[in-house]
């Protein structure tokens, strides 16, 4: 098996992870940190929420190994965006990891039923849910980055890009919505602005593991040296 193939499989293979962890984490959160009384449902359910913080960790793992797999592939046809997908989901794991440990904080503060620590638990939460949300923009920024090579490239056929594209410009859309608080968290309108991008990753990662990347795709020809251009 070529290299390209295993990287390929590697790819759809973490982007499964990094979708399905994320998703099981917001289903298993669900309602419990809402409201002004939620540090009472944290204590309830604190293995619960262990649980968020160990896929939210996952998931910061798995989607910064994305553009590090997908790194010597896209270097190949452009590496100053190549390198750019790689910090900025970087980054994206770095605030993921963040707002799991507020999640943690969380869970550590609901032993404490007291006045100062609900008060703590509130700024907590917003630190948690903030960071969520700046991870969350930068993997918009790195996708449409890694998406534009695709495009560019043909690693991959243009519909899926161009889908990958869309996508990640709604989620940006969300994201903002969400930090500038014209929207709620995990509100209607952010889920519905987010699904064409879950959806396409899942499409992606099956291609990849199932195709690979296209053979077609033929590596960007490097510029020519100053002293190759200079007339004789």
């Known amino acids: 098996m ?6 390929a499989m590697t790819a759809g293979l973490l982007f499964i992870a990094a979708t399905a962890t994320s998703l099981i984490a917001t289903a298993l959160r669900g309602s419990l940190l809402d409201g002004s009384g939620f540090l009472a449902n944290v204590a309830l359910h604190q293995d619960r929420l262990l649980a968020v913080a160990l896929l939210q960790l996952i998931a910061a793992f ?10 010597p592939v896209l270097r190949q046809h ?5 390198l ?41 939460r917003d630190l948690r849910d903030s960071a969520g949300c700046v991870g969350v923009l930068a993997f918009c920024i790195g996708g449409t980055l890694y998406y534009l090579v695709f ?17 990640t410009a709604l989620g940006l859309v969300a994201g903002l919505l969400v930090l500038f608080r014209s929207i709620g968290l995990m509100s209607g309108t952010q889920v519905v602005l987010n ?16 195709k690979g990347f296209s053979s077609k795709a033929k590596p960007s020809a490097p510029a020519p040296a100053a002293a190759e251009l200079t007339p004789v």
């Open 151 to 167: 495009y560019r490239s043909r690693l991959i056929p243009r519909w899926l890009s161009a889908w990958g594209l869309a996508g």
């Open 195 to 210: 699904l064409p991008i879950a959806v396409q990753e899942m499409v992606l990662a099956v291609w990849l593991i199932v």
């Open 84 to 124: 750019g997908a790689v910090a900025f989901r970087l980054i994206e794991g770095v605030f993921y990891s963040i707002s799991a440990v507020g999640t943690l904080i969380l869970v550590s503060l609901s032993g404490q039923l007291t006045a100062g620590a609900a008060a703590s638990a509130d700024l907590v």
């Open 62 to 71: 798995t989607s910064a190994a994305i553009a590090v797999t997908l790194y």
């Open 78 to 82: 452009a590496p100053g965006a190549a």
């Open 2 to 7: 070529r290299s390209r193939d295993i990287q």
